[in-house]
């Protein structure tokens, strides 16, 4: 029972390079998050997704993108990472009623030098 | 919107100290009320809920009360232990809402 999958777990990039982060569940729920989480910040929600091909901003949206295209994947871009951009990153999903528990992920921790 | 403040960190015990890490939330409504655990190099997992005033959520030995009265869900350990040392995360759901709200978490150490 994998649960949710992020991958990859590490990644160091160069100020404007690009890259993907992609977050897989098997648990078949609707709703699935992308936060952040930075020292002294708790986890801060970027973006979401209520189902297959719908998304929506978070608290800090800027400079990321998103993608649902099946239901069990949620795709994290950065287009031109900053510095700024450095944390560490971790996928959630949860069903849909409310007032469930989110299952989270291992996190992806990502460096931009 | 919501929001949740937990208490700063870190927190030093030593074992089998009482624990209490206090959490307090500002929503519309009723949220339900969570606290997460992280340990070191691992994503968040669920401790505990609770959905409703007055509900006690509990799980290894920890329990929280959901207080509407001081919008309060502090969290509770009588007896702590080395395996508890991590990071704990008060958090909300807004009232028929799917999205979280977390605190900033507390690290917790707790010394043989």
């Known amino acids: 029972n994998a649960g949710v999958t992020q991958t990859p777990k590490f990644r160091v990039l160069k100020t404007g390079q690009s890259m993907t982060l992609l977050c897989a569940q098997d648990?078949?729920?609707?709703?699935m998050y992308w936060y952040r989480q930075d020292p002294g910040m708790g986890l801060r929600l970027i973006h979401y997704?209520?189902?297959?091909?719908?998304?929506a901003k978070g608290e800090v949206p800027d400079g990321y993108n998103v993608s649902r295209l099946k239901k069990q994947n949620f795709l994290l871009g950065l287009e031109s990472a900053a510095p700024s951009q450095t944390s560490v990153y971790f996928c959630?999903?949860?069903?849909?009623?409310?007032?469930?528990?989110?299952?989270f992920g291992q996190g992806t921790r990502l460096t931009v030098v | 919107g919501n929001s949740v403040t937990q208490m700063e960190g870190p927190v030093t015990l030593s074992e089998e100290a009482f624990l209490t890490i206090n959490c307090t939330y500002t929503?519309?409504?009723?949220?339900?009320l969570f606290w997460y655990v992280q340990y070191p190099g691992e994503g968040l997992q669920l401790l505990l809920k609770?959905?409703?005033?007055?509900d006690k959520g509990s799980n290894k030995g920890f329990e929280a009360t959901y207080r509407k009265e001081t919008t309060s869900f502090h969290l509770e350990k009588g007896s702590v232990q080395v395996s508890d040392s991590a990071v704990y995360f008060c958090?909300?759901?807004?009232?028929?809402?799917?999205?979280?709200?977390f605190g900033k978490g507390t690290k917790l150490s707790v010394i043989p």
């Open positions: 959630a999903s949860s069903d849909r009623a409310a007032n469930t528990e989110a299952f």
């Open positions: 648990m078949n729920h609707e709703y």
């Open positions: 997704s209520v189902g297959e091909g719908t998304t």
């Open positions: 929503a519309t409504g009723y949220p339900s």
């Open positions: 609770a959905t409703k005033a007055d």
């Open positions: 958090a909300s759901s807004g009232a028929g809402s799917y999205q979280l709200t």
